[in-house]
């Protein structure tokens, strides 16, 4: 009798460990669902989705936990759907989800000030103004110079940052400080940096390792000195064999090197 | 025994506890629905939550949601959408049943700075309904990156002899007014006033972080201007560091910016050299010069951030210039010689004295000499101004804004020099007479205003302002109103109405009895409408009605002057602009204007100086890639009105031919056109950004006619064309 009572205790305590356990993670579930969902859209680059795993984020903002980190995570699913309208040429879209990223990202920078990813996330939404009012130019400027210089001073070897500067450079044309051989060094050291990170929290972003690969092996193809085909094609490979669902690296970035073989 | 029981409670507790609100959970309820905007449109990606749960969807491309939630009883479920204004409803769930909940969203329009723009203003800023960037102005074909003469592509605008001077809806050039950071700049140009030379603004426009151009109804802090005013807003701290060089046909400069690493201070400088010869010698020389013109500017700022909300800022600028020009007139055919310097300084302080008020204070001085001679003219003009302001601006609530400020300002005038007796005879020799005065006056102006906006869709700003002139004794008093209205999402209607004075220019007062010259006095009634589709799409029309009163006119008895004058003016201006995604942006403006004044030498109302019936602007540019933009630009416009000269008569004790003149304008210059073009092209120099530019100006090579002369005896009129004939200009810019 006395060993059928100590063993319900112990189901007793499983059951109750377990339901205090499941009651302090509904955010991070969620979380952690939210951020699966906004990866597996992003990866597939599909609106639809994007927009689904926008709205998850704006309902956990109703548990009033870590708004910031909601609200990081709303701004980047902005992004990730401005970057819809970019790739289909769509300025309309790009302005809609660039202008509510930038003022959802402001609302968790001002509580959290300190949050390096923040101010990565807010120089690449001020880096799409570009793309519908050029004539603000100084505006823009300022505004991601701003957003630089906080990140670069709370953490410059951060894989994102370093990667945001490769990406920048990458479209930034050679005159003004861009190009393909500033881009390179970038990108690689962003993969590096990627393989010896670890986060914080399980609930800090991780995106970009993809976009790092991908960006690398576009930028080989598209500088294609001698040996950068055969070291881009390795990039693809590694990147397939690691993000096997990013159809970014699989599609996109597979059928830029293949345009560029067929030249 | 006891324990299990005791084990029992605890299980039971802890289930409890797991699901926080066991009194309203019940099995789970199907919550579906369309969530729609105006017009029944169908919302893609809006978020649909029960407060304080993560229960929800998100909608699909059709607009349809479906979740399922164990909640139940009276609870409010919050809409989101980008775009639209949240909504929050109450739904009672019965838990189990199925419900369908459909929801409308309103749009959430940024409206209040839109609305906000005041009738007859074209802007720069961060709101929907800019009109001009400092990107526009220098790619304007034509505006040579002078900020002035990208105005005059906006309606209601002309330029003077093709310079930089503009004139507005009909007035006088010195009824325009420019403000920099509070200070007012009456000299900010080279070669002004000087014969067939166009004058050139020393503001560089990448300077500035607004720029707002209101050609009528403006407001009371404005005080002692009559037509236009021009507002300009410079960066309180440079945006980076760094330097740029720029070498041209015409002209050369080196500038530079720098900011401190903690953002606190910054500063800049700029120093340019104008020298003709390479760019005469490409496309030849229409008149003689001796000297060719020349030009220097140097000037700077000096930055300091006080605190969060406080900043410091001196700004410092030299120009000068010089040019011998020949001119044949009846009785002189030799070299118009001029030469000009001018110095201007301005401190700025800004900071905020709570959370909702703002202190804008300023002092600055100018002083502007220029010397001209011509024949046996020669004379030498000094003006000082001075000028200490202060402006508090005070937020009460989200509705209402009060603006209130004094200023104070000095104006010193000195001339000096040699004047014929009789205007038709400058030859050397001839009876001349010398001139050696001085005058100074002063001026006070108050103003309160209130920015009042009662909704998103309505604003309405009323003000008044007081003013007095120290050296005539006489005050004047403007109330003003200005106000919008929002028709629907993208109309707005927009009016302003309200007295503007101006003191008669200092030196007039040397020809009236005792100072005794009122402030001159305009009434303007505005009325507009516009149509904004965001951004992209832009059209404006405007009437107005200008009626003018104590103009300075000529009694013809004494020849002093009085303030008898009076005139009107009436006009429509029209603007449409277009942005095609970032490829291209252009508009087509068109002013009409009827404008008549009795004034000066007048004995009734005749045409005024700048009565420039229709006026015409297109403006075109296209990013041909993402390094090069294409600009074209083509103006057409009435000929401005001019005095002709009808006959003649020999005056033996001069030697020399009196002209008889017809109605003062009663004549017209022929119609003025003209094409301009230009190409801009970035590309890498020395692995640094570097951007090309070439222009045409007057592609068609069209002589454009700047003034008649005669002959002796005035038998022959002769005609005096623009210098600006068709002309190449090719630059480079170099970062450093």
């Not at chain 1, 693809?236 to 345009?259: A, N, T």
Request: charged content about 20%.
């Amino acid at each position: 009798m006395k060993q059928n009572l100590v063993k319900l205790l112990v189901v007793i305590m499983m059951i109750m460990i377990t339901g205090i356990a499941n009651s302090r993670d509904d955010f991070e579930d969620a979380m952690l669902k939210a951020r699966k969902s906004l990866t597996e859209a992003s990866e597939k680059n599909d609106e639809a989705l994007l927009k689904k795993a926008r709205g998850q984020f704006e309902r956990i903002l109703q548990l009033k936990k870590d708004p910031w980190l909601v609200n990081y995570y709303i701004a980047l699913a902005d992004y990730s759907l401005s970057m819809t309208g970019s790739a289909s040429n769509d300025t309309k879209t790009v302005k809609q989800y660039t202008e509510s990223g930038i003022s959802t990202l402001q609302k968790s920078i001002d509580l959290k000030p300190d949050f390096v990813e923040s101010y990565i996330l807010m120089k690449a939404l001020n880096f799409n103004r570009w793309q519908y009012e050029q004539e603000k130019m100084q505006e823009i400027i300022s505004a991601t110079s701003a957003a630089d210089v906080e990140a670069s001073k709370l953490e410059p070897e951060n894989p994102r940052y370093v990667l945001l500067n490769g990406i920048s450079s990458y479209y930034t044309p050679e005159s003004f400080g861009g190009g393909m051989n500033n881009a390179i060094p970038n990108l690689e050291k962003s993969i590096d940096l990627f393989s010896k990170r670890k986060e914080k929290s399980e609930l800090y972003p991780e995106w970009g390792k993809d976009l790092a690969y991908g960006y690398l092996a576009m930028a080989l193809v598209k500088r294609n000195d001698d040996g950068d085909m055969t070291k881009a094609k390795d990039m693809i490979d590694e990147g397939i064999k690691l993000f096997p669902s990013s159809g970014f690296i699989s599609e996109y970035v597979m059928s830029e090197y293949k345009k560029s073989q067929s030249k | 025994m006891k324990l299990l029981l005791i084990c029992l409670l605890v299980i039971t507790g802890t289930l409890s506890a797991q699901t926080g609100d066991s009194g309203n959970t019940k099995s789970p309820t199907k919550i579906f629905g369309t969530v729609k905007g105006e017009k029944d449109s169908l919302i893609e990606g809006a978020n649909i939550v029960i407060e304080g749960t993560i229960d929800g969807a998100t909608t699909d491309e059709k607009g349809n949601y479906e979740f399922e939630t164990e909640q139940a009883g009276s609870k409010n479920i919050i809409i989101t959408a980008i775009g639209y204004a949240e909504n929050i409803m109450m739904i009672e769930i019965e838990s189990g049943k199925e419900m369908n909940v459909n929801i409308k969203l309103t749009k959430d329009e940024v409206k209040t700075e839109e609305i906000l723009v005041t009738a007859s203003s074209y802007t720069s800023g961060t709101n929907a309904a800019v009109t001009l960037t400092p990107l526009e102005i220098v790619r304007i074909p034509g505006a040579d990156a002078d900020l002035y003469r990208a105005i005059t592509t906006f309606p209601g605008s002309n330029q003077v002899n093709e310079g930089s001077r503009i004139t507005v809806r009909g007035g006088d050039p010195d009824e325009v007014l420019t403000v920099l950071d509070l200070a007012s700049l009456y000299n900010p140009f080279i070669f002004d006033e000087t014969f067939n030379v166009s004058s050139y603004s020393t503001i560089n426009p990448w300077g500035l972080k607004g720029i707002n151009f209101t050609s009528g109804g403006f407001s009371a802090k404005y005080g002692n201007v009559l037509s236009a005013v021009l507002d300009l807003k410079s960066y309180d701290m440079p945006q980076g560091s760094g330097m740029f060089a720029w070498v041209g046909l015409a002209n050369a400069s080196l500038s530079g910016v720098y900011l401190s690493r903690d953002g606190k201070f910054g500063g800049s400088f700029s120093a340019g050299k104008l020298f003709l010869q390479p760019y005469l010698a490409i496309n030849g020389e229409y008149s003689e010069y001796s000297p060719i013109p020349e030009s220097n500017q140097i000037g700077g700022t000096l930055s300091y951030k006080l605190g969060t909300s406080s900043n410091l800022k001196a700004y410092a600028n030299y120009s000068d210039d010089k040019v011998g020009i020949r001119n044949q007139s009846p009785s002189f055919d030799g070299f118009y010689e001029s030469s000009s310097n001018s110095y201007f300084g301005n401190v700025k302080l800004i900071t905020g004295l709570d959370n909702s008020t703002v202190l804008n204070a300023g002092i600055s001085i100018s002083k502007y000499d220029r010397d001209y001679s011509y024949g046996l003219i020669k004379s030498d003009q000094k003006d000082i101004y001075a000028k200490g302001r202060v402006d508090i601006t005070k937020q009460i609530n989200n509705k209402i804004e009060l603006n209130t400020g004094l200023e104070y300002e000095y104006d010193g005038y000195d001339l000096t020099g040699i004047f014929p007796q009789y205007q038709y005879n400058i030859r050397p020799g001839a009876q001349s007479f010398g001139i050696d005065t001085a005058q100074n006056s002063g001026r006070a102006g108050i103003y309160a205003e209130t920015q009042i906006k009662p909704s998103d869709d309505f604003f309405v700003i009323p003000g008044i302002r007081t003013d007095y002139h120290t050296l005539s004794g006489k005050f004047s008093f403007d109330p003003r109103l200005s106000f919008g209205y929002r028709l629907s999402e993208h109309n707005i209607v927009r009016g302003a109405l309200g007295y503007y004075h101006q003191y008669p220019g200092i030196e007039n007062y040397l020809r009236a009895e005792e100072n005794d010259l009122d402030a001159q006095n305009a009434i303007h009634y505005i009325l507009g409408y516009e149509f904004n589709s965001g951004g992209d799409i832009l059209f404006r029309v405007e009437g107005y009605y200008k009626d003018y009163s104590n103009l300075v006119l000529t009694n013809p008895v004494n020849f002093l002057y009085t303030s008898e004058g009076e005139g009107n003016v009436k006009g429509v201006d029209m603007f449409f602009k277009v942005k095609i995604k970032n490829k291209f942006t252009g508009w087509i403006s068109y002013a009409y204007t009827d404008s008549k004044r009795k004034q000066y030498e007048a004995t009734k109302l005749v045409p005024a100086n700048y009565d420039i019936t229709n006026n015409l602007s297109v403006v075109g540019s296209y990013n041909a890639t993402e390094q090069l933009v294409l600009g074209a630009a083509f103006r057409v416009s009435t000929g401005k009105p001019y005095t002709p000269v009808i006959a003649s008569e020999f005056v033996k004790l001069q030697e020399a031919y009196k002209p008889i003149y017809a109605e003062i304008n009663s004549g017209r210059f022929p119609t003025y056109t003209t094409l301009d073009m230009n190409a801009q092209y970035i590309f890498s120099l020395f692995g640094k950004f570097a951007v090309g530019v070439i222009a045409v100006n007057n592609v068609f090579n069209k002589k454009n006619l700047y003034n008649y002369t005669y002959n002796v005896d005035y038998s022959q009129r002769i005609e005096t064309y623009s210098n600006n004939r068709r002309s190449f200009y090719a630059g480079l810019g170099l970062q450093l």
